[in-house]
């Protein structure tokens, strides 16, 4: 097999990913920004990567007519980009890490950090493939250096077309076109979470989002091969819609990017209101169980 070369994949896409190594390769470039998303602040003071920004994912969500995690409207987010000094047109690095100050890192900081990028106007965003600990274990530089940084005129760009309303998702996810991928951990979508009902949205599919992840490091994708194995055993195709939810539409970021720019799919899509969303209202059924619908047999 060929060696994969970066940023990945070739060709047209706003989110591709890269590797430690190119990183380090292009370091110095002068039109190339580095965010870290390391979950506490004091993570990043004690360590990052040389030129690297920090933002926290904490500031993108906040409540929505009782709703508890919703984006903020692009009227906050852009003086957000423009303190950080985003262009649309220059490549920024997205990272993330356990976080050796605290721990908390779970892996999902930068693919969330990636999405609302892209989702709100940025064109070239580049995922870090194995993240800060992968860094790290290469005994790569790191630095307790604040990079000092200008304010841009960054306007945004909201994509619409990355996720669908609870309104839009009611009328998309029964269609014989659609498939619904449930991207949290097996255990809640089988029985009891944090949310006032169990189980899934009827017909969703379980794939959990750490089943595409290395075990040891939640920012690593696993080798081509195992993915392929993975995407054979759930029958993904690109021939449907791909609905993606997951608690709060967290989780569901890791599948989007990767469904819709890793592998180039067509049709993919974040409900990101997601199960909250969804239990919010009380007439909306759930399933337990292994299966997206109710199997039991009745006596």
């Known amino acids: 097999m060929a060696k994969k070369q970066y940023p990945f994949p070739p060709g047209d896409g706003v989110v591709k990913w890269i590797s ?3 990183l380090n390769d292009h370091l110095k470039d002068d039109h190339l920004q580095i965010l870290d998303t390391q979950p506490n602040v004091h993570d990043y003071i004690q360590e990052h990567i040389p030129r690297a920004m920090y933002m926290n994912e904490g500031l993108l969500r906040v409540s929505l007519h009782g709703q508890p995690a919703f984006f903020v409207p692009p009227e906050s987010i852009q003086p957000m980009f423009r303190r950080l000094g985003l ?3 220059k490549p920024v690095v997205v990272y993330s890490g356990k ?6 890192g779970d892996g999902l900081e930068q693919t969330m950090v990636a999405y ?6 940025h064109n070239q965003v580049y995922v870090l493939d194995g993240g800060l600990d992968k860094w790290k274990t290469e005994n790569r530089n790191l630095t307790k250096d604040y990079p000092q940084n200008e304010d841009s005129e960054f306007k945004v760009n909201t994509r619409c077309d990355y996720w669908v309303n609870y309104e839009k998702f009611l009328k998309l996810r029964d269609r014989s076109d659609t498939i619904v991928y449930d991207a949290r951990p097996s255990i809640f979508y089988e029985g009891q979470g944090p949310w006032s009902k169990p189980g899934h949205i009827p017909g969703a599919v379980s794939f959990p989002w750490q089943s595409l992840m290395d075990e040891a490091n939640r920012t690593l994708l696993k080798t081509e091969g195992e993915i392929r194995k993975i995407l054979k055993e759930k029958e993904v195709t690109p021939k449907k819609m791909i609905l993606i939810y997951c608690g709060t539409g967290r989780e569901a970021t890791n599948e989007f990017l990767f469904f819709k720019f890793y592998l180039k799919y067509p049709r993919v899509k974040v409900y990101e209101g997601s199960f909250t969303e969804w239990v919010s209202y009380p007439q909306n059924p759930t399933v337990t169980g292994k299966y997206p619908v109710d199997m039991k047999v009745p006596c």
């Open 20 to 22: 430690t190594e190119w």
């Open 87 to 89: 262009e649309p047109g």
């Open 99 to 104: 976080g050796v100050f605290k721990g908390w």
């Open 116 to 121: 609302v990028l892209a989702r709100f106007g």
